[in-house]
């Protein structure tokens, strides 16, 4: 069953179709991302940079290289549409964007790690074998079907991101719709829909369509008789958050997902007319058949492991944040707070009260106040800063955060030296303080509030 669902030739319309659609869509993200100023903002302004903990040898090229950076990237990604030098340009692109993503962290998107995870499964996928110039350079690599386990494996990792999605929003702020007021409450000023986006009617209806169409999307669009009712939603749902959350490529890159749950001839018909169409249907196993089932039961085993880290961290991940990213935890909170650091000579026992504002961004300056990973790195910041000048010091911070509009409440224990302090990515950091999410009241948070996905 398993070898027939994997490696029987299926048509390879539908790859064809999502590799001209990837490639111009993460061309459009890359120039976007210079056009719209994000590069500027993000890469090129601070002078220091939140890296994700262990590449802090990984930083932004200096002076204004980065944007260099991106207009590669965008060419490769045109170069992915055009399945030109397809698996040089998609193993590039794949390299240089988790290189992005890994060497800054404050503007962290649950999409830009999917865009990781989709480039990485396209460098192993046969996408170049028809419509693509490699195929005009090489005619005998022309071919019009592909192994099952192509399409499933897409599949399967959209299933997983939906379905945690799905899971993580049943939790006490997603039910009582507080979240939901407080992420429309931003939207007032949109015109023709700021106002209906404040009525607690549609904050219901935003939460529990949000809960089922995560649920059942995948199920629906893979059954026949519901396939069309779910696409149409599908179009309606990701335009929806594209007009309201303004979030990048996502919500058509989302879209585009949907040629896999399709007849390969209606994806053929529909964009590649001229096409064979392939319904040999025979089941090939390739030599590599126990390595490629291998390498999929790893990867997904991981891709499944990785959202429930959580449950094995002590505290509240909507409190403590450990076990958040890579768990598709999406559109679930803002966080807001203020922080202050002291730093203490060890050797004169003189304390100076530190601004992390005089180094920082705003953007950055809106997470070091209130995440615990942020918080520590600036204070592994400030040891290496003075041990430039020959002084060794203590770190501490005193923070206080709001949750969801919650009163702030005291986060980090202020009695921790935290430049003494090691990060450990699985397991619980004594600093942070226990969690008051249970006993405090909520109100809609002001403009500063930090917005997370």
Known sequence: M????????????????????????????????????WVKRTLIEPSFTFTFIGFEWLQPLPGNWMYF????????GIFIALGYKYRTSIILFTILWTAVYLMQKTAYNNHYYLLILISFIMCFLPANRYASLDTKLDPSRVSIHMPGWVKWTIIFQLFIVYTY???????????????????????????????????????????????????????????????????????FFHLFNSIVFQIGIFPYLALAFTVFFFPPGQIRNLFLKKKELY?????????????LIAGLGI??????????????????????????????????????????????????????????????????????SCYPDYIWQFAQFLKQEYAEQGQNISVYARARVSINGRPLQPFIDSTVD????????????????????????????????NFAN
Request: charged share 15%; no cysteine.
């Open 69 to 76: 950076y991106f207009i590669f990237m965008g060419l490769l």
């Open 165 to 235: 999605a799905a899971l993580a929003k049943l939790y006490g702020d997603w039910l009582d719709l507080s979240i939901i007021a407080i992420l429309m409450k931003g939207k007032a000023a949109y015109p023709l829909i700021g106002d209906a986006l404040q009525q607690p009617w549609v904050h219901l209806a935003i939460a529990i369509i949000g809960i089922l169409f995560d649920l059942l999307i995948v199920p629906a669009l893979l059954w026949k008789p519901t396939r069309k009712l779910a696409f149409y939603f599908s179009l």
């Open 2 to 37: 398993l070898q027939q669902l994997l490696f029987k030739r299926i048509d390879n319309s539908s790859l064809v179709v999502f590799r001209i659609f990837f490639g111009i869509l993460i061309s459009l993200e890359s120039f976007g991302a210079i056009l719209t100023g």
């Open 279 to 291: 319904n040999a249907y025979e089941v090939q196993l390739p030599r590599y058949k126990n390595i």
């Open 418 to 449: 935290l430049a003494a302090e090691e990060w450990r990515p699985f397991k619980h950091h004594h600093w942070i303080l226990p969690s008051a999410l249970d006993t405090s009241a909520k109100s809609l948070p002001g403009p500063s509030s």
């Open 299 to 368: 990867y997904f085993i991981l891709q499944i492991a990785l959202p429930l880290r959580h449950y094995f961290i002590p505290g509240d991940v909507l409190w403590t944040e450990e076990g958040h990213r890579m768990s598709w935890r999406m559109m679930l909170r803002t966080r807001a707070g203020i922080i202050k650091y002291s730093v203490v000579n060890k050797d004169t026992g003189e304390a100076t009260i530190i601004s992390p504002g005089l180094y920082l961004s705003r953007k950055q300056m809106e997470k070091v």
